[in-house]
């Protein structure tokens, strides 16, 4: 029992380059959601789903696009790299809804020059 | 105004003292996180609150709905526990919402 995966954990991207983060969780979780950790700004909340098949936009969506196709998979991707987006990026997941106990991956690191 | 804060930001305190950490909000919820993040490390959820109090170990959570406020306290507090603490709320359509944290350091 992995818990919630995250690769990779250091990225440095170019600006304008594409790339995606991965997160898997091996828990059954229907709730999965990609966060964003900014200095003086906290976590905010970029993409969540609520199933397979389900996503929706959370408070700082632009530039990032996400898909659900499985239940272990939420991957985010970055379509086009601005410095903007170099922040501490983390997955997390909960059973059923946010009112369960949250599994947060352990992080990725982006820098985009 | 923040929907969610917590105080204090900073708190320096000597092992073995008694801590606490309060949570404000400002919106309606379903649900509330305590979670603790150590200096370049994970996040790892310590409580999940609807409801009353929860303990676990030398950590205590309590929440008072109707005056939108929740307290982390510690008990017998060591250098370990020496992380940032940080509340979230679950508001509408099943978000979350997080306070800015609060950095406790436990002095030796």
């Known amino acids: 029992n992995a818990g919630v995966t995250q690769t990779p954990k250091f990225q440095v991207l170019k600006t304008g380059q594409s790339m995606t983060l991965q997160c898997a969780q091996d828990m059954n979780h229907e709730y999965m959601s990609w966060y964003r950790q900014d200095p003086g700004m906290g976590l905010r909340l970029i993409h969540y789903s609520v199933g397979a098949g389900i996503t929706d936009q959370g408070e700082v969506p632009n530039g990032y696009n996400v898909s659900r196709s499985t239940t272990e998979d939420f991957p985010l991707r970055l379509l086009s790299a601005a410095p903007s987006q170099t922040s501490v990026y983390f997955c997390?997941?909960?059973?059923?809804?946010?009112?369960?106990?949250?599994?947060f991956g352990n992080g990725t690191r982006l820098t985009v020059t | 105004k923040n929907e969610v804060e917590q105080s204090p930001q900073n708190l320096t305190a000597q092992e073995g003292e008694f801590i606490t950490i309060n949570c404000s909000y400002s919106v309606g919820i379903s649900a509330l996180h305590w979670l603790q993040q150590h200096p370049g490390g994970g996040i790892v959820s310590l409580f999940m609150?609807?409801?009353g109090k929860k303990k676990h170990g030398r950590l205590i959570a309590t929440i008072n709905i109707q005056e939108k406020h929740s307290s982390l306290h510690i008990t017998a507090s060591h250098p370990r526990d020496s992380a940032v603490y940080i509340c979230a709320v679950v508001g509408r359509a099943q978000k979350l919402v997080f306070g800015q944290g609060t950095r406790l350091t436990i002095n030796p």
């Open positions: 997390a997941s909960s059973w059923q809804s946010l009112n369960s106990p949250l599994h």
């Open positions: 609150l609807s409801s």
